[in-house]
């Protein structure tokens, strides 16, 4: 079974993209043939700065390496290093309805936002299309936001199928139905876009600022304090067992400690869990070289696919004379 997984580069990564995908799509290396890439082209429809875009695909590397990418075990490599994918790219969009793309909800959720459409935003789910059937991909783990574009995966593999025969693996979306969504400091969805997060790898001085600004209610010190309804505590379930949460539910209904002191208690749990990985990502950032090989030898693996994928898909549309 194989299960492939594009990540856009976006730089910063916060606790709420590590619980809500990353940790599941490195744990997914042991359910299957991982593919795993870093959607370079993707990004660039709404990244247009060179170095951004440069420094962003390295920290994306190197942050997954840290997390426990296993280059052996898994194929791991950056987009554009194969570029068979935008020669599919273009077959498939000869099979993709301009009305299938009018529908999708990530171009209509842009641009209602006033985001300036151009075609690469268009054409995107195509690109995504050309991804996943390249590889013969069976499983897509992706967040409710993506489902639809791996439907117009479907949709556009029926079509080609339709014409040239059972060419392309039929995929399938899967979505984690009891993936919680993390709170941000101020108790939203945590996202970059809120100003709300608290960075995996940022320094123990802005971690600690992040931790500390959690809002929560203004009960004093004297009174017993609801852990049901608080900020802390609910980032408090995602680090802590039972035993260390029952603790903290104590000390949440005995009076004498504020947030403040639970905010540290929490604080020390995000220290404790993230610090092997800055060991290792501090190694890789020091050792970049290395990473660059990395990344080649997946490229080289997943160029190896995707060749002999686009010979037979050449030779069935008639571009093998
Ligand atoms: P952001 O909202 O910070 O811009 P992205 O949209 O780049 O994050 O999300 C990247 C991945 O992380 C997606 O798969 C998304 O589902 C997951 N993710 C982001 N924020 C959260 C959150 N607060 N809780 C759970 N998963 C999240
Ligand atoms: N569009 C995906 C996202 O924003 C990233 C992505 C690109 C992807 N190509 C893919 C995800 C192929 C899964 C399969 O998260």
Redesign the pocket.
């Known amino acids: 079974m194989r299960i ?5 580069p976006s730089g910063t990564i916060h606790i709420g993209n590590y619980f809500g995908m990353i940790k599941k799509m490195i744990e997914s290396q042991d359910d299957g043939e991982l593919f795993a890439f870093i ?1 370079s082209y ?1 990004a660039m429809t709404s990244l247009k700065d060179k170095e951004a875009l440069e420094n962003n695909i390295m920290e994306a590397a190197i942050n997954f390496l840290a997390l426990g990418m296993d280059p052996e075990k898994s194929t791991f490599w950056v987009q554009h290093d194969v570029k068979e994918v935008l020669e599919l790219y273009w077959i498939l969009s000869n099979h993709t309805s301009m009305g299938l793309l009018e529908r999708a909800h990530s171009y209509k959720d842009k641009t209602a936002k006033g985001i300036q459409a151009n075609h690469g935003l268009f054409s995107y789910p195509v690109l ?1 299309a050309a ?2 059937l390249l590889y013969d991909s069976n499983i ?1 783990p ?2 409710k936001d ?1 489902i639809q ?1 791996v439907e117009m995966t479907r949709d556009i593999a029926t079509s080609f199928n339709n014409v040239y025969g059972e060419i392309f693996t039929m995929p399938e979306a899967k979505v984690d139905e009891v993936l919680q969504t993390v709170p941000g400091t101020d108790g939203a969805k945590m996202s970059k876009s809120y100003g709300n997060t608290i960075d995996m790898f940022g320094t123990a001085k802005k971690v600690k600022k992040q931790v500390m600004g959690i809002v929560t209610d203004s009960t004093p010190l004297e009174e017993a304090k609801d852990y049901i309804s608080c900020n802390v505590y609910k980032l408090c379930e995602l680090f802590m067992n039972q035993d260390e949460l029952t603790q903290m539910q104590k000390r949440y209904a005995t009076p004498g400690e504020g947030y403040g002191h639970f905010k540290l208690a929490l604080l020390d749990k995000i220290n404790d869990h993230f610090s092997p990985y800055s060991e290792k990502r501090e190694y890789y950032l020091n050792h970049k070289d290395e990473v660059r090989e990395i990344l080649a030898h997946g490229a080289n693996k997943a160029r190896k696919i995707a060749q002999a994928k686009m010979e037979q898909i050449r030779e069935v549309v008639g571009l093998n004379y």
């Open positions: 492939l997984s594009g990540i856009q959607a993707h995504m991804d996943i897509v992706v967040g993506q574009h």
